[in-house]
C-alpha cells in the first residue's frame, strides 16, 4: 500500500484527535471526583418550605454556593459569605433585589430563614439527606 504524503497528515491527524478525545474523556470522568473529594462535597438539606406550607422545598450546599431548590424545579443559586459549624450565610443579589439566607444548625434542629425583597419565611423540620 502506498500512501501520499498528504494521507499520512490526515491519517496523523486522526490519531492526534483520537488521543484528545480520549484524554477529554478522561477529564471529564475524573475532574468531579477531584473537586468533591477536596472539601467541596456538596450536602443537601429537605424542609418544608415557610413560604408555601405544605410544600417541600431542598438546599444543596457546599463552600461556595448554597442552591434553594423549589418542588417544580426551579433553582436559585446563592454565594456563600461565611460558613462554620453553627451557621451559613448567603446571598443573591438579583434584578428584582437582595436574597439572603441564614441556615442555622442547632440541638433543636436545623432552621432555614430567608430575606426577600418582598417578604420573610422561615424553613423549617430541615432533615440532612448525607
Given at each position: 500500500?502506498?500512501?501520499?504524503l498528504?494521507?499520512?497528515?490526515?491519517?496523523?491527524?486522526?490519531?492526534?484527535?483520537?488521543?484528545f478525545?480520549?484524554?477529554?474523556?478522561?477529564?471529564?470522568l475524573?475532574i468531579p471526583?477531584?473537586?468533591?473529594s477536596?472539601g467541596?462535597?456538596?450536602?443537601?438539606?429537605?424542609?418544608?418550605?415557610?413560604?408555601n406550607?405544605?410544600?417541600?422545598?431542598?438546599?444543596n450546599?457546599n463552600?461556595?454556593d448554597?442552591?434553594?431548590?423549589y418542588?417544580n424545579?426551579?433553582?436559585?443559586?446563592?454565594?456563600?459569605?461565611?460558613?462554620?459549624?453553627?451557621?451559613?450565610l448567603?446571598?443573591?443579589?438579583s434584578?428584582?433585589?437582595?436574597y439572603y439566607?441564614?441556615?442555622?444548625?442547632?440541638?433543636?434542629?436545623?432552621?432555614?430563614?430567608?430575606i426577600?425583597?418582598?417578604?420573610?419565611?422561615?424553613?423549617?423540620?430541615?432533615k440532612?439527606?448525607?
Amino acid at each position: 500500500m502506498i500512501y501520499t504524503l498528504t494521507s499520512l497528515r490526515r491519517i496523523k491527524q486522526v490519531e492526534q484527535l483520537i488521543c484528545f478525545k480520549r484524554i477529554f474523556f478522561l477529564l471529564f470522568l475524573l475532574i468531579p471526583s477531584i473537586v468533591f473529594s477536596s472539601g467541596h462535597k456538596i450536602k443537601e438539606l429537605k424542609c418544608e418550605s415557610g413560604a408555601n406550607p405544605g410544600h417541600i422545598k431542598r438546599w444543596n450546599y457546599n463552600k461556595e454556593d448554597l442552591i434553594e431548590i423549589y418542588p417544580n424545579g426551579y433553582r436559585r443559586v446563592y454565594d456563600v459569605k461565611s460558613i462554620n459549624k453553627n451557621n451559613i450565610l448567603a446571598v443573591e443579589d438579583s434584578k428584582r433585589g437582595v436574597y439572603y439566607v441564614t441556615i442555622s444548625f442547632n440541638e433543636n434542629g436545623t432552621i432555614v430563614d430567608v430575606i426577600t425583597p418582598l417578604v420573610k419565611y422561615t424553613d423549617s423540620n430541615c432533615k440532612e439527606l448525607n
